[in-house]
């Protein structure tokens, strides 16, 4: 059952040295705040599980957080690669960093692999490509009907999955909308899973019947961390802050500028400094 | 009236002329996205759009500048799990056109957006396939849109993230891949088709003003042409100004903070 913690207890609970973590949002209502308390908190040694890296990734990889990082997409989006994530695979700065390459169908397949209780996903994939000459988890299959050759990859259970999303409410079930990406697989295919969220209200009152909703038994921790998921964004309270995206570019490339960056905006802050960007939404909106 | 435009604008322009309005297309960000959309607001506004990221039939005002933008939902018909989306819409065989690009392309139309130099010892680190691998086998057919030049253009990939025409031939066929795989490349020079036997990338049609000398200089195999090669027809005046104001929308939406 769901239980509502402060961000820093609701890490400290998730996410222990060495775990497998899947901190998932497809662009949208990625988990920040949480990411940056597991930095604060100077978690060591994590297989990172992600379909799209992107900066909260390059920011966790960048403080020595990580030690594999289990991926289909790395980059910035619309911008260019990222440095910290290169920084480490390349040159072991500040940890040595080793990679286990997918495709999205791939790890789509995996989490829902993973939220079913199986220990495989079967689809057709990676046809005539090289990525199985260099992960040895790309497997084939032959399906006992039709005896097509398919793919196999192992299902994704992660120790721990942190999301982001809309809506609690006060019995601890929680309410995603706008593109779901793969939180709903992430968080049912993990041992122990922590979502923040922007608002807890007491029901979420008038909504479509077949509304994404985790309900509390599945929930492990809730926190209530408003802006959470800036600079991505959450639907119906503020929008992705693609001005940040492009800044981040020149603020990772160099070791200096992303440390000095990391202890003004991540380490001397908490999770409150958040709420000013769900904040200024609301204010712009009235 | 002869007018200004740039070659990446009659690039964009051509492969948004190769959709059809009756097109299901699967869009990928940055010169797709341009095309696809600069397609749905000029000559095939019925086109569905869909994105990775789980938007079906979105209708964007700006381009996305991620492939998950808020844009992108708000204005989509439905949006769909991602899971769902490989499975039941890629895989299922509910795309008509996948739309790609890379940052090499060889003479079959392979690409890689995965690694320059070796996997374990990369020269260039690229963001990875991401949908590519099984977006190039479960459309029905696919477009191909990059700038040219002999970096990109090269005779033998460093790594294959999706398959194009493999070796060449009926190598398809052979995987058991049913779907037409590449049949249109456009670049800032030409215009490419796939031989009907061989399945090399043949040029078709030349853009204005561009000769085979400067075609040549920036590929790395030598080239083939068609029997008949066309000039691409320049932009219309109402497609460049199609094309620049949904960039100038979208430059200023990605610019306010």
Not at chain 2, 226 to 244: F, G, K, S, Y
């Given at each position: 059952m769901s239980r509502f913690l402060s961000l820093a207890e609701a890490v400290e609970w998730t996410?222990?040295?060495?775990?497998?973590?899947?901190?998932?949002?497809?662009?949208?209502?990625?988990?920040?705040?949480?990411?940056?308390?597991?930095?604060?908190?100077?978690?060591?040694?994590?297989?990172?599980?992600?379909?799209?890296?992107?900066?909260?990734?390059?920011?966790?990889?960048?403080?020595?957080?990580?030690?594999?990082?289990?991926?289909?997409?790395?980059?910035?989006?619309?911008?260019?690669?990222?440095?910290?994530?290169?920084?480490a695979t390349e040159n072991g700065w500040p940890a040595p960093l080793?990679?286990?390459?997918?495709?999205?169908?791939?790890?789509?397949?995996?989490?829902?692999?993973?939220?079913?209780?199986?220990?495989?996903?079967?689809?057709?994939?990676?046809?005539?490509?090289?990525l199985p000459k260099v992960n040895p988890n790309i497997r084939q299959i032959t399906c006992p009907f039709t005896g097509e050759?398919?793919?196999?990859?192992?299902?994704?259970?992660?120790?721990?999955?942190?999301?982001?999303?809309?809506?609690?409410?006060?019995?601890?079930?929680?309410?995603?909308?706008?593109?779901?990406?793969v939180q709903k697989e992430a968080v049912l295919a993990a041992k122990r899973s922590l979502v923040t969220v922007e608002e807890i209200v007491e029901n979420f009152g008038p909504r479509s019947p077949n509304a994404a909703i985790l309900p509390a038994w599945t929930v492990g921790a809730i926190a209530h961390v408003p802006g959470g998921a800036y600079p991505s964004y959450a639907l119906g309270y503020y929008r992705r802050d693609n001005a940040y995206y492009k800044a981040w570019d020149a603020i990772a490339r160099e070791r200096e500028t992303f440390l000095a960056w990391m202890k003004a905006n991540v380490l001397e802050r908490g999770p409150e400094a958040f709420a000013v960007h769900s904040q200024r939404a609301r204010q712009a909106a009235e | 009236m002869t007018m200004d435009y740039t070659p990446t604008e009659m690039m964009t322009i051509a492969a948004a002329r190769a959709l059809r309005n009756d097109d299901v297309c699967f869009v990928g960000i940055g010169m797709p996205s341009a095309a696809a959309n600069l397609a749905r607001l000029t000559h095939a506004p019925d086109i569905v759009l869909i994105y990775e990221s789980g938007t079906l039939g979105t209708k964007p005002s700006v381009l996305p500048l991620s492939i998950g933008d808020g844009e992108l939902c708000e204005t989509a018909l439905?949006?769909?799990?991602?899971?769902?989306?490989?499975?039941?819409?890629?895989?299922?065989?509910?795309?008509?056109?996948?739309?790609?690009?890379?940052?090499?392309?060889?003479?079959?139309?392979?690409?890689?957006?995965?690694?320059?130099?070796?996997?374990?010892?990369?020269?260039?680190?690229?963001?990875?396939?991401?949908?590519?691998?099984?977006?190039?086998?479960?459309?029905?057919?696919?477009?191909?849109?990059?700038?040219?030049?002999?970096?990109?253009?090269?005779?033998?990939?460093?790594?294959?993230?999706?398959?194009?025409?493999?070796?060449?031939?009926?190598?398809?066929?052979?995987?058991?891949?049913?779907?037409?795989?590449?049949?249109?490349?456009?670049?800032?020079?030409?215009?490419?088709?796939?031989?009907?036997?061989?399945?090399?990338?043949?040029?078709?049609?030349?853009?204005?003003?561009?000769?085979?000398?400067?075609?040549?200089?920036?590929?790395?195999?030598?080239?083939?042409?068609?029997?008949?090669?066309?000039?691409?027809?320049?932009?219309?005046?109402?497609?460049?100004?199609?094309?620049r104001a949904l960039q100038a929308r979208t430059a200023r939406a990605h610019a306010a903070a």
């Amino acid at each position: 059952m769901s239980r509502f913690l402060s961000l820093a207890e609701a890490v400290e609970w998730t996410v222990r040295d060495g775990d497998t973590v899947a901190m998932e949002g497809f662009t949208h209502l990625i988990p920040f705040a949480a990411g940056h308390e597991v930095i604060r908190q100077r978690r060591k040694r994590l297989t990172l599980v992600r379909m799209t890296p992107d900066l909260l990734y390059d920011q966790l990889v960048g403080m020595g957080c990580a030690e594999k990082l289990v991926f289909s997409w790395a980059g910035n989006p619309g911008v260019g690669l990222l440095h910290r994530v290169r920084d480490a695979t390349e040159n072991g700065w500040p940890a040595p960093l080793a990679i286990e390459e997918h495709s999205h169908a791939a790890m789509a397949n995996a989490y829902e692999a993973g939220a079913a209780g199986l220990p495989c996903a079967i689809f057709r994939g990676y046809i005539g490509v090289d990525l199985p000459k260099v992960n040895p988890n790309i497997r084939q299959i032959t399906c006992p009907f039709t005896g097509e050759t398919l793919t196999a990859v192992p299902a994704i259970r992660p120790d721990a999955a942190i999301v982001h999303a809309q809506k609690a409410d006060r019995a601890g079930n929680v309410l995603l909308e706008g593109i779901l990406g793969v939180q709903k697989e992430a968080v049912l295919a993990a041992k122990r899973s922590l979502v923040t969220v922007e608002e807890i209200v007491e029901n979420f009152g008038p909504r479509s019947p077949n509304a994404a909703i985790l309900p509390a038994w599945t929930v492990g921790a809730i926190a209530h961390v408003p802006g959470g998921a800036y600079p991505s964004y959450a639907l119906g309270y503020y929008r992705r802050d693609n001005a940040y995206y492009k800044a981040w570019d020149a603020i990772a490339r160099e070791r200096e500028t992303f440390l000095a960056w990391m202890k003004a905006n991540v380490l001397e802050r908490g999770p409150e400094a958040f709420a000013v960007h769900s904040q200024r939404a609301r204010q712009a909106a009235e | 009236m002869t007018m200004d435009y740039t070659p990446t604008e009659m690039m964009t322009i051509a492969a948004a002329r190769a959709l059809r309005n009756d097109d299901v297309c699967f869009v990928g960000i940055g010169m797709p996205s341009a095309a696809a959309n600069l397609a749905r607001l000029t000559h095939a506004p019925d086109i569905v759009l869909i994105y990775e990221s789980g938007t079906l039939g979105t209708k964007p005002s700006v381009l996305p500048l991620s492939i998950g933008d808020g844009e992108l939902c708000e204005t989509a018909l439905t949006t769909v799990s991602v899971p769902e989306m490989f499975r039941y819409w890629l895989q299922g065989g509910r795309i008509t056109v996948g739309f790609l690009g890379g940052a090499q392309i060889d003479r079959f139309a392979n690409l890689n957006t995965t690694v320059i130099g070796p996997y374990d010892k990369p020269k260039v680190r690229l963001p990875g396939g991401g949908g590519a691998p099984e977006i190039a086998v479960s459309c029905g057919e696919i477009f191909i849109i990059m700038t040219q030049s002999k970096r990109s253009f090269v005779p033998k990939l460093d790594f294959v993230t999706s398959l194009g025409h493999g070796e060449g031939s009926n190598h398809r066929a052979r995987l058991n891949v049913n779907s037409r795989g590449p049949t249109k490349l456009v670049t800032d020079l030409a215009i490419f088709e796939p031989d009907p036997d061989s399945k090399e990338m043949t040029v078709v049609s030349m853009h204005p003003g561009v000769t085979r000398a400067a075609l040549q200089d920036n590929t790395g195999w030598p080239l083939r042409y068609a029997a008949t090669v066309a000039e691409t027809p320049p932009p219309t005046a109402r497609e460049l100004e199609v094309l620049r104001a949904l960039q100038a929308r979208t430059a200023r939406a990605h610019a306010a903070a």
